[in-house]
């Protein structure tokens, strides 16, 4: 690396990417005594993205003007991307840009790391990159602490930053860190539930368990939705599959699913989704959830947790917070106090009139608010198949029904789910009133049983039952 990339020791430097290869190539700058040099880090788009890292600055390139144009720009991306890339900043007439050997960069790299022992005991979890201490991994997790009576197992989870709501029993380490990846190298096992870079090579001796954050038969994912999907996704998807040892399924439907468009081929665990277990202990996490928010123990929860767009079509978030409380209200004959999930590509994009709603967004684990939730108001979101679990009632506000299906497939009409549809808010509020549960839960349960459901409330322990027996060296 060091012949063929040249650094000019008179210019700042500006890395172009967030990902692992800017990770990396960070690292390698700073091995050569560049790091006061280094000054800002750039992304295409900063949506999903985090806005600063290793101390330095996320910016989106249209808030640089003025600040790249002296420093030396390394796009440090996947190869596919870097000359789309390329093409952006000349079209800012940027010239002093280099591309980065992304494959060689990467490959000296894990082959430094590989000379560190695996640690036998040590288990790498994850949920999503950084989106807090939750989901699968999270009770899985649980259980095989439960279950490490000896206290052998070195359980270590990635945060963005140090998160005083994670167990001292786990270590947290940065995501992203030079620690992190020294952990990704020497874990013996790997608990994820998203897909992980192309870049990252699994070597002999770990095992990788694919714990899915989906769940849901609801919109299309994976390979068939690929015409939509980046190249460098697809590339990254494919590689995840081929590093997996094990998926987890929570139904037939999904395990299908797996076998026909995650290009995966290997072992499916039919034995339930961790996360699901929750919901046979909604009593004691209703009122962990309660306590967190100071809501009285006579109050009712409505949780609306609407998903992204990819096209934003104004008026989608619109609900009309006020009347939908007072018909809650009205209907079951309680006061309500109304949660709000709200989704970190859009979240700017709400547009409610009335302030009686309590943000939830940094309570780790939506699972756990899912569960605590007495009513769901969602739009698309996978989320209502969770929360199908607690057989409480679903309302769908879907105002732009028309244009979202337009852009999404759906593995199921919308129209033959068991949830209730609204697409304005005059309609919600009219369902709400008429709400009749004997209906509802009636149609549910027979929409439960078509999808063939693993669930029995004890998947964790199930699970971690078979972690140790099967992938663990406890001797």
Same mark, same amino acid.
């Given at each position: 690396m060091?012949?063929?990339?040249?650094i000019?020791?008179n210019?700042?430097?500006?890395?172009?990417?967030?990902?692992?290869?800017?990770?990396?190539?960070y690292?390698?700058?700073?091995s050569k005594?560049?790091?006061?040099?280094?000054?800002?880090?750039?992304?295409?788009d %900063?949506?999903?993205? $985090?806005?600063?890292?290793?101390?330095?600055?996320?910016?989106?390139?249209?808030?640089?003007?003025?600040?790249?144009?002296?420093?030396q720009?390394?796009?440090?991306?996947?190869?596919?991307?870097?000359?789309? *890339?390329?093409e952006?900043?000349?079209?800012?007439?940027?010239?002093?840009y280099?591309?980065?050997?992304?494959?060689?960069?990467?490959?000296?790299?894990?082959?430094e790391l590989y000379?560190?022992?695996?640690?036998?005991?040590k288990?790498?979890?994850?949920?999503?990159?950084?989106?807090?201490y939750g989901?699968?991994?999270?009770?899985l997790?649980?259980?095989?602490?439960?279950k490490d009576?000896e206290?052998?197992?070195?359980?270590?989870?990635a945060?963005?930053?140090?998160?005083?709501?994670?167990?001292?029993?786990?270590?947290?380490v940065?995501y992203?860190?030079?620690?992190?990846?020294?952990?990704?190298?020497?874990?013996?096992?790997?608990?994820?539930?998203?897909?992980?870079?192309?870049? $990252?090579?699994?070597r002999?001796?770990?095992i990788y368990?694919?714990?899915?954050?989906?769940?849901?038969?609801?919109?299309?994912?994976?390979?068939d939705?690929?015409?939509?999907?980046?190249?460098?996704?697809?590339?990254?998807?494919?590689?995840?599959?081929?590093?997996?040892?094990?998926?987890?399924?929570?139904?037939?439907?999904?395990?299908?699913?797996?076998?026909?468009?995650?290009?995966?081929?290997?072992?499916?665990?039919?034995?339930?989704?961790?996360?699901?277990?929750?919901?046979?202990?909604?009593?004691k996490?209703?009122?962990?959830?309660?306590s967190?928010?100071?809501i009285s123990?006579?109050?009712?929860?409505?949780?609306?947790?609407? %998903?992204?767009?990819?096209?934003?079509?104004?008026?989608?978030?619109s609900?009309?917070?006020?009347?939908?409380?007072?018909a809650?209200?009205?209907?079951?004959?309680?006061p309500?106090k109304?949660?709000?999930?709200?989704?970190?590509?859009?979240?700017h994009?709400?547009?409610?009139?009335?302030?009686?709603y309590?943000?939830?967004?940094?309570?780790?684990?939506?699972?756990? *608010?899912?569960?605590?939730a007495?009513?769901?108001?969602?739009?698309?979101?996978?989320?209502?198949?969770?929360?199908?679990?607690?057989?409480r009632?679903?309302?769908?506000f879907?105002?732009?029904?028309?244009?979202?299906?337009?852009?999404?497939?759906?593995?199921i009409?919308?129209e033959?789910?068991?949830?209730i549809?609204?697409? %304005?808010?005059?309609d919600?509020?009219?369902?709400?009133?008429n709400?009749?549960?004997?209906?509802?839960?009636?149609?549910?349960?027979?929409?439960?049983?078509q999808?063939?459901?693993?669930?029995?409330?004890?998947?964790?322990?199930? *699970?971690?039952?078979?972690?140790?027996?099967?992938?663990?060296?406890?001797?």
């Amino acid at each position: 690396m060091t012949k063929k990339i040249r650094i000019d020791n008179n210019r700042c430097i500006a890395i172009y990417g967030a990902g692992t290869v800017a990770d990396i190539f960070y690292y390698y700058l700073c091995s050569k005594g560049y790091k006061d040099a280094i000054k800002m880090f750039v992304v295409s788009d %900063t949506s999903g993205n $985090i806005k600063r890292k290793f101390g330095l600055g996320v910016y989106g390139l249209d808030e640089t003007s003025g600040l790249i144009e002296d420093c030396q720009i390394f796009i440090a991306t996947q190869i596919p991307v870097q000359d789309k *890339i390329a093409e952006l900043l000349k079209q800012r007439d940027i010239f002093n840009y280099t591309k980065v050997n992304a494959d060689e960069l990467v490959d000296e790299f894990f082959k430094e790391l590989y000379k560190y022992p695996i640690n036998d005991n040590k288990i790498l979890g994850q949920n999503q990159k950084v989106a807090g201490y939750g989901d699968n991994p999270k009770y899985l997790f649980e259980a095989l602490h439960k279950k490490d009576q000896e206290g052998k197992l070195d359980l270590v989870w990635a945060v963005g930053e140090t998160d005083s709501f994670i167990p001292e029993y786990v270590r947290q380490v940065e995501y992203g860190s030079l620690e992190y990846y020294k952990e990704l190298a020497t874990a013996r096992i790997w608990l994820d539930n998203a897909r992980k870079s192309r870049f $990252i090579k699994k070597r002999n001796g770990q095992i990788y368990i694919q714990t899915w954050h989906g769940a849901a038969p609801v919109k299309k994912v994976e390979a068939d939705v690929a015409e939509s999907l980046d190249d460098f996704y697809i590339e990254s998807a494919k590689n995840d599959s081929s590093m997996a040892d094990l998926f987890l399924s929570g139904s037939k439907f999904y395990s299908e699913l797996y076998k026909k468009s995650f290009w995966y081929n290997g072992e499916i665990l039919e034995a339930g989704l961790p996360r699901h277990d929750v919901f046979w202990n909604i009593s004691k996490v209703k009122r962990d959830v309660y306590s967190r928010y100071d809501i009285s123990e006579n109050t009712g929860t409505v949780l609306y947790a609407p %998903t992204f767009r990819k096209n934003y079509v104004e008026g989608c978030y619109s609900l009309d917070i006020d009347r939908v409380l007072s018909a809650l209200a009205l209907r079951f004959d309680r006061p309500f106090k109304m949660l709000v999930s709200r989704h970190p590509t859009n979240h700017h994009a709400y547009e409610f009139l009335s302030d009686r709603y309590i943000y939830i967004d940094k309570y780790q684990d939506f699972e756990e *608010i899912l569960a605590a939730a007495d009513v769901l108001i969602t739009d698309y979101s996978g989320c209502m198949y969770d929360f199908s679990f607690s057989r409480r009632p679903i309302f769908l506000f879907q105002t732009d029904y028309d244009e979202y299906i337009k852009d999404r497939g759906f593995y199921i009409p919308m129209e033959d789910l068991p949830y209730i549809s609204a697409r %304005t808010n005059d309609d919600l509020i009219e369902k709400i009133l008429n709400y009749d549960n004997d209906v509802y839960v009636k149609k549910l349960e027979s929409f439960m049983t078509q999808m063939g459901n693993f669930d029995r409330g004890n998947a964790s322990e199930v *699970i971690a039952d078979i972690i140790f027996e099967k992938y663990l060296n406890n001797g």
